[in-house]
């Protein structure tokens, strides 16, 4: 077993924004890779353009809501939902609440 505190990761600042990369290892089918986005309201992710990995991603929102777009559709993520976005498909976070929004992802492949 491995127990990452995340207050002794690095972080990745994109503005406000902060991005923690918490495992990734690779094997014989790919690569995982796992980690937490904390997004401010009114802020988005990424911060211009829009998101595409090779990877599958399956991801859980932690706290507060926000509005993804994915695949040429709007969604309403909450707090407690989980989601999951196939590999390839072009995806945006906007956090349009009064609070911050956190997320744990996964990227699978």
Not at 54 to 69: C, D, L, P, T
Not at 98 to 108: A, D
Request: glycine share 10%; with cysteine.
């Amino acid at each position: 077993m491995q127990v990452i505190t995340m207050k002794d990761l690095p972080t990745e600042e994109q503005a406000s924004v902060s991005l923690w990369k918490v495992f990734e290892q690779k094997n014989v089918n790919g690569k995982i890779t796992m980690g937490k986005v904390v997004i401010p309201p009114g802020e988005r992710v990424p911060l211009e353009g829009a998101s595409i990995h090779e990877q599958n991603e399956y991801s859980i929102v932690i706290k507060g809501s926000f509005i993804a777009e994915s695949g040429g559709k709007q969604y309403r993520i909450n707090a407690g939902d989980a989601a999951f976005i196939p590999a390839g498909e072009e995806h945006v976070a906007y956090n349009d609440g009064n609070e911050v929004c956190e997320i744990v992802w996964v990227l699978v492949g």
